[in-house]
């Protein structure tokens, strides 16, 4: 088989659907190839403007830009006009232009580290960052400013001339008023005129999360009595394998061989295996409402926060099976409410109060009945449930949450209300507890515990 050569096509061009032929279509020569070389250039010309503008933009300040479009209109008019003023005042614009860029040129040779002593902290401890600045050049360098951004905040730093070798090490104050997750960093420094006409950033380290946690408290081992009276507590589920002997019955397939009775099995001639009764595991359901109509101030929603991060603790501490679980929140446009709710994570205490750090009200998650609701159709094996809500919750929501869960589920009520003076009421299948201050909450399971 021969190949063809591009002298059997009508031109050498046709066929193809580049940028070439959108611009001189099947046309060769000279007159296309200029056209060519005319549009690569305006492309290469165009780049290389933009890569300046953009490196204009970065520097240049609001005020520079000013000044930059005052100096033609300045000079234009004052030599039209002869107004000596106008032209003094654009050359002096000049001036300060020339000025501004003499205070881009270079870059200190430094190295800078960004330190935050904790990764978590509880709300309002101390809690601080360090810059660390080591002029690691050849020569002495000139004075810097080092900004490092805390949450919305800004911290700015005024790091001296510095000798070769020398080191600069200034702290900050981190705020920890509020529960949340603050993003310090990243450190950099800033070069600009004393006019403010032009400003470079240089960034020289990442972001580092601090996480707030909520306060919480020790509950003593006396408060989960509870907990702790219903572990290996016998039911009426039967069991294959438990504690609690039950009853003899025959063998099954799939049974265990070690359960056969066999004094049983040779008086009556038949396999006959143990049967036991199921024994109770304690699994606590700790729900928080995020639902903003649950609560009558702010303060409400973070006690309630402390109380959930202060039973959760304790029951992780003691290695029991819990669920820490919040109100999920309906999509803005959703046509109806979304009754679900969110599981926390409860790996460690650390990442369960991280997850509690950025818990929020909202007006659209669901109330503390729905939480109930989803908690006792979807989480097997409930135990004990606690729910815990403001003072804007009623008693009688509060009992139709109890009725939500299964028979057998010790439902306590916990009521978050710093101008309540703690109590306890008591209602078949629910205990409703009302606390001012966190410090209440050991004293009051307490007295569950004793009723």
């Not at 905040?153 to 997750?181: C, D, H, K």
């Not at 295996?273 to 729900?287: G, K, N």
């Not at 989480?379 to 939500?404: D, Q």
Request: some cysteine; glycine content about 8%; proline content about 4%.
């Amino acid at each position: 088989m021969t190949l063809r050569s591009d002298s059997h096509y009508p031109t050498a061009t046709e066929g193809l659907t580049n940028a070439r032929t959108r611009l001189v279509g099947n046309r060769t020569g000279f007159v296309a190839d200029t056209v060519i070389v005319t549009v690569r250039i305006a492309r290469a010309v165009g780049r290389l403007l933009a890569s300046i503008a953009g490196r204009a933009a970065a520097v240049v300040t609001p005020l520079g830009w000013i000044v930059l479009a005052f100096i033609p209109v300045s000079l234009g008019f004052g030599y039209l006009l002869n107004w000596v003023e106008l032209v003094v005042a654009g050359y002096a614009g000049m001036v300060l232009v020339v000025v501004a860029v003499v205070y881009l040129i270079g870059r200190n040779a430094v190295d800078i580290r960004l330190d935050v002593a904790h990764s978590r902290v509880v709300v309002g401890q101390d809690a601080t960052g360090t810059v660390v600045v080591r002029n690691s050049g050849q020569r002495r360098t000139l004075g810097v400013t080092v900004e490092v951004p805390v949450a919305h905040g800004l911290a700015e730093l005024a790091v001296p001339s510095l000798a070769r070798g020398a080191e600069w090490v200034q702290g900050f104050a981190i705020p920890t008023r509020r529960r949340g997750v603050v993003a310090v960093g990243p450190a950099r420094t800033v070069r600009a005129d004393p006019i403010g006409l032009v400003r470079r950033e240089l960034v020289w380290t990442d972001t580092t999360e601090l996480f707030i946690h909520p306060r919480t408290i020790g509950i003593p081992s006396m408060s989960a009595g509870l907990v702790r009276d219903l572990e290996g507590t016998p039911t009426r589920d039967l069991s294959s394998a438990d504690i609690a002997f039950h009853a003899l019955r025959e063998y099954q397939t799939g049974d265990e061989r070690r359960n056969i009775h066999w004094k049983s099995t040779a008086k009556t001639g038949t396999f006959m295996v143990r049967q036991f009764e199921q024994t109770r595991r304690s699994h606590l359901v700790i729900a928080l409402s995020l639902a903003a109509a649950d609560y009558a101030i702010e303060e409400e929603f973070e006690l309630a926060v402390s109380v959930a991060g202060s039973l959760g603790a304790r029951a992780i501490r003691e290695i029991r099976e819990v669920s820490v679980i919040v109100s999920e929140k309906t999509p803005e446009f959703a046509v109806r409410k979304v009754f679900a709710v969110r599981a926390l994570s409860t790996r460690s205490r650390s990442t369960l109060l991280d997850e509690l750090s950025v818990v929020d009200p909202a007006e659209t998650a669901i109330a503390i009945t729905d939480i109930a609701r989803v908690a006792g159709a979807q989480v097997a094996g409930i135990s004990v449930a606690f729910l815990i809500c403001g003072s804007a919750t009623t008693a009688v929501e509060l009992r139709a949450a109890s009725t939500k869960f299964p028979a057998g589920v010790e439902v306590i009520a916990i009521v978050c209300d710093p101008d309540a003076v703690p109590s306890l009421r008591s209602a078949p299948g629910l205990s409703v507890l009302t606390i001012g201050y966190l410090e209440d909450l050991p004293k009051s399971l307490a007295s569950v515990v004793t009723v």
